[in-house]
């Protein structure tokens, strides 16, 4: 059994310790938010804040998220959408939508240190990819939601 804080609860997992957290949160979480893009930690769909830190849960076992706090999208914000979701949907930087967890996950962990990022810092920073293209739009909106 592992133990770690998801979305400021206690939750146990039983399930082997060495599978990737990306599937303990999706099958035994149930927490389907955090997407599946490529499995090798190129796509950035899986990313979940861990410590305050975006990385791909697809490349972090649960038994190296044991003892963490992790955030997945559906934590990001308790009572309304977190102020990148709402540049999201007012900057329309959401077309298919599946990218959309990951990007807004490694955003927010950019605004949390950097109110103000340069679209360069957006690009180092928010490297997801996004099949729709969206790329302006995303730009636009991680900086309208730092205002
Ligand atoms: Fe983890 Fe693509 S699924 S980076």
């Known amino acids: 059994m592992t133990a770690l804080t998801v979305n400021e609860r206690p939750v146990r997992i039983e399930i082997d310790p060495q599978t990737p957290l990306l599937w ?3 099958d035994a979480a149930n927490l389907t938010g955090t997407k599946y893009g490529c499995g090798v930690g190129d796509c950035g769909a899986c990313m979940v804040l861990v410590d305050g830190e975006a990385l791909r849960s ?4 649960l038994a190296e998220a ?3 706090y992790i ?12 102020p ?21 996950i ?24 996004c099949r729709c ?7 636009r909106a991680i900086q309208r939601a730092g205002r």
């Open 24 to 26: 303990a949160l999706r």
């Open 58 to 61: 697809c490349l972090i076992t």
């Open 66 to 68: 044991e003892g963490r």
């Open 71 to 82: 955030t997945t999208i559906e934590g990001l914000s308790r009572d309304r959408s977190h």
């Open 84 to 104: 990148v979701q709402q540049a999201l949907v007012a900057e329309q930087a959401i077309q298919c939508g599946y990218c959309t967890p990951g990007i807004a």
């Open 106 to 129: 490694a955003a927010a962990s950019l605004l949390a240190r950097n109110p103000a990022p340069s679209e360069d810092e957006i690009k180092q920073a928010v490297p997801n990819l």
């Open 133 to 139: 293209g969206v790329y302006p739009r995303l730009v």
